[in-house]
């Protein structure tokens, strides 16, 4: 199901599930990481399914610098969040993780990968390095920011670049996560492509 108008960097919130006809295959990448190969035989046909909730105090700037920082806007004291809880099936690698768009370092355990280092941040799409990428992201409506992200093993040696945006591809909207990934003297581009399932929205009071 195509993605929504409402769906964009600035909200998120929603149940995402991958489209595996769409999305690079992951069994490289895993492999890249050191995931064993009995564990990648098992989650190469898993179905992979995100639930998203998304809280921004304010809409950030186009004009972010280099370092992730912006001039705050009046009355903002918070940051933004995104609350992810990520369903493998099967397999049992289930997850729940908070992206702080600060560009603040921050380690995590997470199943599979183990320790891991996770800094995020709005970027705008005008300084991504990629042409490509930079081009079908800014293809869709005109958007201006995506998500960066980049996450680091704590001992596997590898290290991951991601942007998070929405790409138009066989002329519906998809949320997409295009990575790279770096170990050693080996490197691996992916593209994932997510499904908007549904709705996600937070009952009242919860966050």
Same mark, same amino acid.
């Given at each position: 199901?195509?993605?929504?108008?409402? #769906?964009?960097?600035?909200?998120?919130?929603?149940?995402?599930?991958?489209?595996?006809?769409?999305?690079?295959?992951?069994?490289?990448?895993?492999?890249? $990481?050191?995931?064993?190969?009995?564990?990648?035989?098992?989650?190469?046909?898993?179905?992979?399914?995100?639930?998203?909730?998304?809280?921004?105090? &304010?809409?950030?700037?186009?004009?972010?610098?280099?370092?992730?920082?912006?001039?705050?806007?009046?009355?903002?004291?918070?940051?933004?969040?995104?609350?992810?809880?990520?369903?493998?099936?099967?397999?049992?690698?289930?997850?729940?993780?908070?992206?702080?768009?600060?560009?603040?370092?921050?380690?995590?355990?997470?199943?599979?990968?183990? $320790?891991?280092?996770?800094?995020?941040?709005?970027?705008?799409?005008?300084?991504?390095?990629?042409? #490509?990428?930079?081009?079908?992201?800014? &293809?869709? #409506?005109?958007?201006?920011?995506?998500?960066?992200?980049?996450?680091?093993?704590?001992?596997?040696?590898?290290?991951?670049?991601?942007?998070?945006?929405?790409?138009?591809?066989?002329? $519906?909207?998809?949320?997409?996560?295009? &990575?790279?990934?770096?170990?050693?003297? $080996?490197?691996?581009?992916?593209?994932?492509?997510?499904?908007?399932?549904?709705?996600?929205?937070?009952?009242?009071?919860?966050?």
């Amino acid at each position: 199901m195509a993605a929504p108008d409402s #769906a964009s960097v600035l909200n998120m919130t929603g149940v995402w599930g991958m489209n595996t006809d769409l999305s690079d295959p992951p069994d490289e990448l895993f492999k890249l $990481q050191g995931i064993p190969w009995i564990i990648r035989q098992v989650i190469k046909f898993a179905r992979v399914e995100l639930a998203m909730i998304h809280t921004s105090p &304010s809409t950030p700037s186009a004009d972010a610098d280099s370092e992730g920082e912006r001039e705050p806007i009046d009355g903002e004291t918070d940051l933004s969040y995104i609350h992810v809880k990520q369903t493998v099936s099967p397999g049992r690698f289930d997850t729940a993780q908070s992206y702080i768009l600060d560009w603040k370092t921050r380690e995590a355990a997470v199943p599979l990968f183990g $320790q891991v280092a996770v800094r995020a941040r709005y970027t705008p799409i005008s300084e991504i390095e990629d042409e #490509a990428l930079r081009e079908r992201l800014e &293809s869709y #409506a005109g958007a201006r920011m995506a998500i960066e992200e980049i996450v680091t093993s704590v001992k596997g040696g590898w290290e991951t670049h991601g942007v998070w945006g929405f790409e138009e591809i066989g002329g $519906q909207r998809h949320y997409t996560r295009n &990575s790279i990934t770096k170990r050693e003297d $080996q490197e691996l581009s992916l593209r994932f492509v997510y499904d908007y399932l549904g709705s996600n929205e937070p009952e009242h009071g919860e966050v």
